[in-house]
């Protein structure tokens, strides 16, 4: 049984994809046609064509090869595909200190917010956590991200509006070795991923920030919202580009029945899934477990 805060937070998800697959499953009959319509299932639960394809097939050859005749057990075929695939980019759950995480992703993703969680998530950890506001080009988004470290008791550089972002990351980090920070969290702009001078500025930062390496473990997460669908997989691509990304955060699962992204999201060499948003609250950001998250969906 999932943990409850995935089986809440994945509640509208779960409900689309099983009210699809229980409509297709009252055919009661295990056929090619059967089949067609899984693959559309999948599909409208926001996995692409060709995974969801494969998806079916494999699940189709397993089913062959244990003569199975109940139609029900083909939840747990199903159930078992999405594992395996969700399991081929699994994130090692290791921050090496000092590190550097830098945050990038499109207005709107809930970047500042997922700062505000993972900072309480590792000050409970009795980590030493210093905030980076390198959004410059939103004057609102640095007060936000002040107004969080003041309620979490953690420093933060800010920036002026206009300033250099990636100045103010310097400046971070020549404060956090005065003041010997385990981890500092660096907001950043948001960017449309086909906004190419934006873009191009993210790679300054990245290239910026990389220059630390030897004082700093470099992180760059990539922040999603939910709710984007399959644009979050043409914006996961895009940004890798420009910034190499270790690790995705999706925010928003519990407001969105788009949660099935996530299996387009993994694969072979691709970033690996961090943590998901499961709620509003400080404690509603979680790490992502495949069993969980599969138990919670179907």
């Not at 395996?84 to 917010?113: S, Y």
């Not at 310097?170 to 950043?188: G, N, T």
């Not at 984007?228 to 190499?244: D, L, R, T």
């Amino acid at each position: 049984m999932p943990n409850e805060k995935y089986n809440k937070g994945l509640d509208k998800t779960k409900k689309s994809l099983l009210s699809k697959l229980k409509d297709v499953f009252s055919s009661n009959k295990i056929d090619d046609d059967l089949y067609e319509e899984l693959i559309e299932v999948l599909i409208l639960s926001d996995i692409p064509f060709n995974v969801s394809e494969e998806i079916i097939e494999n699940v189709k050859e397993n089913a062959t090869k244990k003569d199975v005749k109940d139609i029900n057990k083909l939840y747990d075929l199903i159930k078992d595909e999405i594992r395996n695939r969700l399991n081929l980019n699994l994130w090692d759950k290791e921050i090496k200190k000092p590190a550097l995480i830098l945050f990038i992703g499109v207005n709107g993703a809930g970047k500042t917010t997922t700062i505000a969680k993972l900072a309480n998530k590792f000050l409970k950890e009795d980590k030493k956590v210093i905030l980076a506001a390198a959004d410059t080009f939103r004057a609102a988004a640095s007060e936000q991200l002040a107004t969080w470290a003041e309620r979490l008791n953690v420093p933060i550089v800010k920036s002026s509006q206009g300033q250099d972002p990636a100045s103010v990351i310097y400046d971070c980090l020549d404060s956090a070795k005065a003041k010997d920070m385990d981890i500092i969290l660096a907001d950043s702009a948001g960017r449309l991923q086909n906004k190419k001078n934006l873009m191009d500025e993210l790679n300054k930062i990245y290239r910026v920030c990389d220059k630390f390496k030897g004082d700093y473990n470099l992180y760059t997460v990539l922040v999603l919202d939910a709710g984007a669908g399959q644009n979050s997989v043409i914006q996961a691509e895009s940004f890798n580009e420009s910034a190499k990304v270790d690790g995705i955060i999706m925010t928003k699962l519990d407001g969105s029945a788009k949660g099935g992204v996530i299996v387009s999201l993994a694969g072979d060499n691709k970033p690996p899934m961090w943590y998901i948003g499961l709620g509003e609250g400080l404690d509603d950001l979680e790490e992502f477990d495949v069993d969980n998250f599969v138990d919670a969906i179907i």
